[in-house]
């Protein structure tokens, strides 16, 4: 029987004493996988940084939740390699983590026609960066995210005139986005693919007051059965990937804009959350897809 790992980080292994609030996304991602693996591989959780002869025993290794991996992004990706000179085959492969590692493949989405947010790209900002953004996008309010980021950890939003931003600083590259009142209006829309062909789709809606989505910051979701525009324009996304084949699993996140249009934010295909509870064939959807890499 096959043995898959289920890579983690001390963030999301049930039992650590850093564990994350949010890592009950860890346990429903792992069960639903367990379920749709049953009886047809063996599944375990294990943190990415356990010893290499460790990992190089599993057949296949399933980047489910190393949250930590933007810290110690190089590593990451060293280990991924080494994963794969061993033998082990990695979903998704070392080469796609590699591209979207760095959000500055959103560039290369645009230039593809993918609709898109607008984005400065500084390499440190500072506050100069942030008024010249209000004044390059026409806006009032903007938004700053890492590049190598996730779960909106690090992430700032500022209003014309806020006194903060004379003292802020972000000593990495980033990206500076006007912010869309749709986040609040309607929310973000997720689309899951599994194997290139869209499982299911849901809306992420963030708590009163707040524009973060993330179940972290009080986030929540809702099922959704997508507009047919609306589905199409994720698909598009898909097919603008540029890989052979497309990955074992992605997410992707959008937002509409003014004209109704939906933006990519993200095209997550590192270890997004994959959202089981609104996908009800996803845990077997998803398993098919592993094993298949496995031939």
């Known amino acids: 029987m096959p043995k898959?790992?289920?890579?983690?980080?001390?963030?999301?292994?049930?039992?650590?004493?850093?564990?994350?609030?949010?890592?009950?996304?860890?346990?429903?991602?792992?069960?639903?996988?367990?379920?749709?693996?049953?009886?047809?591989?063996?599944?375990?959780?294990?943190?990415?940084?356990?010893?290499?002869?460790?990992?190089?025993?599993?057949?296949?290794?399933?980047?489910?939740?190393?949250?930590?991996?933007?810290?110690?992004?190089?590593?990451?990706?060293?280990?991924?390699?080494?994963?794969?000179a061993a033998g082990v085959v990695v979903a998704n492969p070392a080469e796609v983590i590699r591209w979207n590692a760095d959000k500055l493949y959103l560039k290369e989405l645009a230039a593809r026609g993918a609709p898109s947010i607008p984005t400065l790209w500084p390499e440190a900002p500072t506050?100069?960066?942030?008024?010249?953004?209000?004044?390059?996008?026409?806006?009032?309010?903007?938004?700053?995210?890492?590049?190598v980021g996730a779960g909106a950890i690090g992430q700032d939003s500022f209003r014309r005139g806020d006194a903060g931003i004379d003292t802020w600083r972000m000593d990495q590259p980033a990206m500076i986005q006007p912010f869309l009142p749709a986040i609040q209006r309607e929310g973000e829309l997720s689309f899951i693919f599994i194997g290139g062909a869209l499982s299911h789709a849901l809306i992420k809606r963030a708590a009163a007051g707040d524009y973060r989505i993330q179940s972290l910051y009080g986030?929540?979701?809702?099922?959704?059965?997508?507009?047919?525009?609306?589905?199409?324009?994720?698909?598009?996304?898909?097919?603008?990937?540029?890989?052979?084949?497309?990955?074992?699993?992605?997410?992707?996140?959008?937002?509409?804009?003014?004209?109704?249009?939906?933006?990519?934010?993200?095209?997550?295909?590192?270890?997004?959350?994959?959202?089981?509870?609104?996908?009800?064939?996803?845990?077997k959807r998803l398993a098919d897809a592993l094993l298949e890499r496995l031939g």
């Open 127 to 147: 506050p100069a960066d942030i008024q010249a953004a209000f004044d390059h996008f026409g806006c009032d309010r903007v938004v700053v995210k890492r590049r």
């Open 219 to 283: 986030g929540s979701e809702v099922p959704l059965d997508p507009a047919p525009a609306d589905r199409a324009a994720a698909e598009a996304v898909m097919a603008m990937l540029p890989f052979a084949q497309p990955p074992s699993y992605a997410r992707i996140d959008m937002v509409r804009l003014d004209d109704g249009e939906l933006a990519v934010i993200e095209a997550e295909l590192i270890e997004p959350y994959l959202y089981p509870e609104q996908g009800p064939e996803f845990g």
């Open 4 to 84: 898959i790992a289920f890579l983690a980080c001390p963030d999301t292994l049930p039992g650590s004493p850093t564990r994350r609030p949010d890592a009950f996304e860890h346990d429903l991602l792992l069960g639903a996988l367990r379920d749709g693996l049953a009886g047809r591989a063996e599944l375990t959780d294990i943190d990415w940084r356990a010893p290499l002869d460790v990992l190089a025993k599993f057949d296949l290794a399933y980047l489910g939740t190393p949250w930590d991996y933007t810290e110690a992004k190089d590593e990451f990706l060293s280990r991924l390699d080494a994963l794969e």
